[in-house]
Antibody, heavy 121, light 107 residues
Framework: EMQLVESGGGLVQPGGSLRLSCSASGFTFSTYTMHWVRQAPGKGLESVSTIGANGAITYADSVKGRFTISRDNSKNSLYLQMTSLRPEDTAIYYC???????????????WGQGILVTVSS | AIRMTQSPSSLSASTGDRVTITCRASQGISSYLAWYQQKPGRAPRLLIYGASTLQDGVPSRFSGSGSGTDFTLTISCLQSEDFATYYCQQYYSFPLTFGGGTKVQIK
């Protein structure tokens, strides 16, 4: 069974840093594009960052220069280093896996349970 | 970034009703369109991808159509477990972008 388990969330002051981790199991992690998607309280979904199986990386404009996505295929793990955090970064952060597909880009078929990050003084 | 516009933002319906949600992309995305269902306190669930292909395990009362810029999600006979929020998403180009969501509520 495929599983994605996030950790590392919590309360942090504005300007602070936090590192999210996602532990993956039940599939060949190294061969899939992975994403971080967030959802502010009561709001919609926002793609934060993507890292391809080939290491290609993209970021939302709202986090560019502040967040860094990475992966360690030997540990089946995905990370999101967040710095210079702002109150508007407060959200549930989901670790998300691409569905297997034969096109260049794919939809996402497995989501973690999400981890809450709260940025507040 | 490609902007995705969903309508309506909410709707009220009864069990057994036929429900249609629309999604418009700010530029052509071919069929790189997915629909997700989200229930309160839960992660989103993939329903449809490629604009019209049902994900494994999704009931056949869900269907999707469209290509280019205009898409629809239809629930043919609404069941109690379908009351949720639905999001469209384009995966044609990065950054991935989602519509604002449509909350389907009980009338």
């Amino acid at each position: 069974e495929m599983q994605l388990v996030e950790s590392g969330g919590g309360l942090v002051q504005p300007g602070g840093s936090l590192r999210l981790s996602c532990s993956a199991s039940g599939f060949t992690f190294s061969t899939y594009t992975m994403h971080w998607v967030r959802q502010a309280p009561g709001k919609g979904l926002e793609s934060v960052s993507t890292i391809g199986a080939n290491g290609a990386i993209t970021y939302a404009d709202s986090v560019k220069g502040r967040f860094t996505i990475s992966r360690d295929n030997s540990k089946n793990s995905l990370y999101l280093q967040m710095t210079s955090l702002r109150p508007e970064d407060t959200a549930i952060y989901y670790c998300v896996k691409d569905r297997y597909c034969t096109t260049t880009t794919c939809p996402q078929d497995h989501w973690g349970q999400g981890i809450l990050v709260t940025v507040s003084s | 970034a490609i902007r995705m516009t969903q309508s309506p933002s909410s709707l009220s319906a009864s069990t057994g009703d036929r429900v249609t949600i629309t999604c418009r992309a700010s530029q052509g995305i071919s069929s790189y369109l997915a629909w997700y269902q989200q229930k309160p306190g839960r992660a989103p669930r993939l329903l449809i991808y490629g604009a019209s292909t049902l994900q494994d395990g999704v009931p056949s009362r869900f269907s999707g159509s469209g290509s280019g810029t205009d898409f629809t999600l239809t629930i043919s006979c609404l069941q109690s477990e379908d009351f949720a929020t639905y999001y469209c998403q384009q995966y044609y180009s990065f950054p991935l972008t989602f519509g604002g969501g449509t909350k389907v509520q009980i009338k």
